[in-house]
C-alpha cells in the first residue's frame, strides 16, 4: 500500500501556482520522496524528489515540511497542460523492497483557463 | 532528453498466445523496471532487473512472466500465454541507480496490451 495521503482532486486557474498536499506522516529517514505525474494516456513522468531539504527544477519546487511528515509540490506558474494526476510516493532506500516505487490514487489537478 | 521508448505502441493478442513488449531504456541508465495499470486502477510494479537478474519482483510476476535483456539496448517482457485479465498498459522504466541509489525512475510511454 502506499505510504501517501493526497486529495483526490484539485482546481487551479492557469497562470497561477498549483500547490499540491502529501501526508507521509509514517515516512522514515532512509525514506526518499518523489513527485511523479500521468498525463491521459501516458507513461508516469518525474518531476522532482527531495529526502529534506527543499529542492527546486525546472518543472516545480518541493517544500518538505521540517519534520518531514508532509509535502508541498509547487508548479509555479500553472498551465492547461499541467492538467494531470500527480502521485507522491515514498522509497525507501534500504531493506528488502527498495527498488519498486508504489502508486497510489494520487490528485487530479485540473487547471482551469 | 533521453528517454524510454516502448514497442509497440497497442498491440492485440488472441487469449492463450505469447507476447513480447519492448523497451529501450535511457542508454546509460543500469536499471530497469516493467509495471502496469489496469484501465482506471493504479499503476503496479511488476519487476525490477540489475545485472541481468531480476532483483526485486511482485506477486502479479509469477511463472507465466519472464523479463530478459537481449542485448545492450533491449528490455523485454514476455507474457507466456495471456488471459483476459492481462489487458493493460504496461510500462517500461529505467534509472541510474538502484534500490540504494535515490535517482529516479524514467518511464516509457507503455503499450497497450488488449487480450481478445
Known amino acids: 500500500d502506499a505510504k501517501t495521503t493526497q486529495p483526490p482532486s484539485m482546481d487551479c486557474a492557469e497562470g497561477r501556482a498549483a500547490n499540491l498536499p502529501c501526508n507521509h506522516s509514517?515516512?522514515?529517514?532512509?525514506?526518499?520522496v518523489y513527485w511523479y505525474r500521468q498525463i491521459h494516456s501516458q507513461g508516469p513522468q518525474y518531476i522532482i524528489h527531495?529526502?529534506?531539504n527543499n529542492e527546486t527544477n525546472e518543472m516545480a519546487s518541493l517544500i518538505i515540511t521540517e519534520d518531514r511528515k508532509s509535502s508541498t509540490l509547487i508548479l509555479p506558474h500553472a498551465t492547461l497542460r499541467d492538467t494531470a494526476v500527480y502521485y507522491c510516493?515514498?522509497?525507501?532506500?534500504?531493506?528488502?523492497?527498495?527498488?519498486?516505487?508504489?502508486f497510489g490514487k494520487g490528485t487530479l489537478l485540473t487547471v482551469n483557463p | 532528453e533521453p528517454e524510454v521508448t516502448q514497442t509497440p505502441s497497442h498491440q492485440v493478442t488472441q487469449m492463450g498466445q505469447e507476447v513480447i513488449l519492448r523497451c529501450v531504456p535511457i542508454?546509460?541508465?543500469?536499471?530497469f523496471y516493467w509495471y502496469r495499470q489496469i484501465l482506471g486502477q493504479k499503476v503496479e510494479f511488476l519487476v525490477s532487473?540489475?545485472?541481468?537478474?531480476?532483483?526485486?519482483k511482485s506477486e502479479i510476476f509469477d511463472d507465466q512472466f519472464s523479463v530478459e535483456r537481449p542485448d545492450g539496448s533491449n528490455f523485454t517482457l514476455k507474457i507466456r500465454s495471456t488471459k483476459l485479465e492481462d489487458s493493460a498498459m504496461y510500462f517500461c522504466?529505467?534509472?541510474?541507480?538502484?534500490?540504494?541509489?535515490?535517482?529516479?525512475?524514467?518511464f516509457g510511454d507503455g503499450t497497450r496490451l488488449s487480450i481478445l
Open positions: 509514517a515516512i522514515s529517514g532512509n525514506e526518499y
Open positions: 527531495g529526502l529534506k
Open positions: 542508454s546509460n541508465h543500469l536499471y
Open positions: 510516493i515514498v522509497r525507501s532506500l534500504s531493506g528488502g523492497s527498495n527498488y519498486k516505487l508504489t
Open positions: 522504466a529505467s534509472s541510474a541507480t538502484g534500490g540504494r541509489g535515490n535517482q529516479p525512475q524514467h
Open positions: 532487473f540489475y545485472n541481468n537478474e531480476i532483483s526485486e
